[in-house]
């Protein structure tokens, strides 16, 4: 009931957010005359906070719609190394704002994933964000995909590995990753903004497609994030 509420309070939110990011666009465009430093600032502020709760208002609509089963998938074969390059190249300019270092690590003769495009691009964004934004200046993030063997054995699956050199998940931390707004209390976790909502919609997202999702950590070293997905079959 809380999170209807939620989410219905995150729709009137839209339209006024949608009028402020587009009226700061044009004026950074430099549509109403040239910006001094300070217009600049202030104008560049309210863009990146309209941007963050655009986010929280999306993924707020996604919890919901999963949690009443309302979440439809597009479901075709596609390349999850396209899907990696488009999220490491519109992720490049944050990562190296904060100089760090990203590296992608593709096997040859990946076969086709079947999966939602979209969807599984969000998860991978949620997971790189996540790397980048708890790695220190200088961090290093690796990406790498592979085919490999299911859990039975017998069948072939996409693997993914996301991996950071950041700060970690204490111990008494990790079985509450995946849940709704769960926000660590370690200080480094708290200074970045975020809803606690990333991870568990990601978790959904990846089984809703047949995948898993699960992952290492050692506080002060970095976490690694491992997901797999289905694929397309030759049929």
């Known amino acids: 009931m809380a999170l209807s509420k939620l989410l219905n309070c995150s729709h009137e939110l839209r339209t006024p957010m949608t009028a402020i990011k587009g009226y700061s666009d044009l004026l950074l465009a430099g549509t109403a005359g040239t910006l001094n430093d300070m217009q600049l600032t202030f104008l560049k502020t309210i863009s990146a906070n309209v941007g963050r709760m655009a986010t929280l208002v999306s993924d707020l609509s996604d919890i919901s719609r999963i949690e009443a089963g309302r979440l439809k998938l597009e479901f075709e074969a596609l390349s999850i190394a396209d899907v990696v390059d488009d999220i490491v190249r519109s992720s490049r300019q944050q990562i190296e704002a904060r100089k760090q270092r990203v590296g992608v690590e593709i096997a040859e003769n990946l076969l086709p994933v079947w999966g939602d495009r979209n969807r599984i691009s969000q998860v991978l964004s949620s997971l790189l964000s996540n790397a980048y934004k708890y790695s220190s200046e200088g961090g290093e993030i690796t990406i790498r995909v592979k085919n490999g063997l299911a859990s039975d054995g017998n069948s072939a699956e996409a693997h993914l590995e996301i991996q950071d050199t950041g700060v970690g998940i204490h111990p008494e931390d990790r079985e509450k990753v995946f849940e709704k707004f769960f926000r660590a209390k370690d200080g480094a976790v708290r200074d970045e903004t975020g809803g ?12 809703m497609q047949g995948g898993r999702i699960s992952f290492e950590s050692k506080v002060g070293k970095g976490t690694t994030f491992y997901v797999t997905f289905p694929l397309a079959s030759d049929e």
């Open 196 to 207: 606690g909502l990333g991870l568990s919609i990601a978790k959904n997202l990846v089984e």
